[in-house]
C-alpha cells in the first residue's frame, strides 16, 4: 500500500490537517493579500501539488473540495464527476471504467462517515468544476473567492445547495 493511499484510509487524522491548514491560510489572508495573490499563487501551487499528488493523486483542479468528498479526490474519477458516482458502479463498488479500481464515490462516502466536521458535506452539491482554475493554488482560490464562483444560470443560488438530509440527521459513523 502506498503512503498516500495509507493516508486517505484514514481521513479523520486528514481532516484534522485539512482544518488546521486552512485557519492557518485563513490567518495569513492579510499577509497574502499584501503581497498579492498572484505572487503567492506562483509560489504556493508548486509546492501544494507536490503535497497533494503523494497523499490524493491531486489533478490541481484549482477549486479543492477534498473536505466535502471524505478526503478522497474527485477529480482522481476517471469521468471527473464532482457530484457522486455515475450509474455505472460495478456490484463490487468498482469503477465501469477502471474495473481494477474502487469507485472514488464510494470511497468518498466511506471516508466521510469517519469525519465527524466535514463529512455531512458529502450530502451537499458541488459546481461544476472551472477548467480555466487548472494548475493554480486552490488555497489561494479559497481566499479570494473565485473557486466559489457558478455558471451565469447558478446566479441567485448559492455555491452549495443541500441535496437531501435524513431526517434522522447525518450520522459519522463515530
Ligand atoms: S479536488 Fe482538485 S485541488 Fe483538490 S485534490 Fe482533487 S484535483 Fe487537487
Redesign the pocket.
Known sequence: MSLGSWMRNHPHFLEKVYRLTERTVIGLDPVFNKLGYDRMNRWLKGP??LA??VV???????????HS?GMT????CPKNLRNGPCGGVRSNGHCEVKPEMRCVWVEAFERSGHMPVYGHEMLFINPP?NRQLEGSS?WVNMLTGVDKEVPKAWAGTSQRVELILPAEGWSTGQ
Do not use: H, I, N, Y
Open positions: 501544494e501539488d497533494k499528488q490524493f493523486d491531486c489533478r490541481m483542479c484549482g477549486q479543492c473540495v477534498l468528498t479526490c474527485p477529480m482522481s468544476v486552490a
